[in-house]
């Protein structure tokens, strides 16, 4: 039975797809990293509650055969660049480093449609410089996932997800045509999909976009 490390499992997409690994016949161990307790207890679960700027003290802990990284927050939640850098860059790197060392097979990123280096929008920028960074780590398989606007229940608001969850629901037909690359994306269905990826096992860095996660689901 496979082992599995999921770091961000307190998120959206990370709740979700905790669910499915706890449930899924085809990993024995899953491994969480947490800032605060998870209040769900089973027989596969172990967790480790840490302070994330301490991660390089806990390698052994990433001694697994795939590591699922779906960390990520918003500039009001982070407050400054600096802190949005930290989370949204710093920790995942840290993580993948961590992962290649202890020879991870497989490692997945959640980042965000549009995620690009060179992007004049902040965000993007700082989601495409993650995404080029554990490129150069060369794991084995590598998934980069990008999502649109996260549909699904949050413990706290986010407003552009909040304004995209009303829009999909009263007007459905928006996202049609040219515009369907935009649609945005349910939570359940991209924690489905990395799972359903992570048992193909391809080697090589995969791209998966918004508009491609229903396939994979």
């Known amino acids: 039975m496979k082992s599995v490390l999921i770091i961000g499992a307190t998120g959206l997409v990370g709740g ?13 161990r899953v491994v969480t990293v947490t800032r605060r307790p998870l209040e ?13 700027d301490e991660l390089a003290q806990h390698q052994d802990i990433f001694a697994v055969d795939t590591v699922f990284c779906t ?21 995942p790197l840290q993580v993948a480093k961590l992962a ?11 980042t ?8 004049r929008f902040f965000y993007n920028q700082v989601k495409g410089n993650v995404e080029a960074a554990i490129q150069e780590l060369s794991i084995p398989v590598l998934y980069i996932i990008r999502p649109s606007l996260l549909l699904g229940d949050r413990n706290e608001a986010r407003f552009g997800e909040d304004l995209g969850q ?14 369907q690359r935009f649609k945005p994306n349910e939570a359940s269905s991209v924690a489905s999909a990395m799972l359903n990826l992570s048992l193909k096992n391809e080697e090589g860095t995969h791209v998966i976009e918004s508009k491609m996660i229903e396939q994979y689901k």
Do not use: C, W
């Not at 965000?112 to 992007?119: D, E, T």
């Open 16 to 28: 979700h797809l905790l669910d499915r690994l706890l449930q899924s016949g085809d990993y024995g």
């Open 40 to 52: 769900i207890i089973h027989d596969k679960l172990e967790q480790h509650v840490i302070n994330f």
């Open 71 to 91: 960390l990520g927050t918003t500039m009001k939640q982070a407050k400054t660049k600096e802190q949005f850098v930290k989370v949204d860059f710093d920790y």
């Open 100 to 110: 290649k060392e202890k020879k991870v097979n497989q490692f997945f990123i959640v």
């Open 112 to 119: 965000a449609m549009g995620a690009n280096q060179h992007s």
């Open 166 to 179: 009303k829009v999909t629901k009263v007007i459905p037909y928006l996202f049609k045509g040219p515009l």
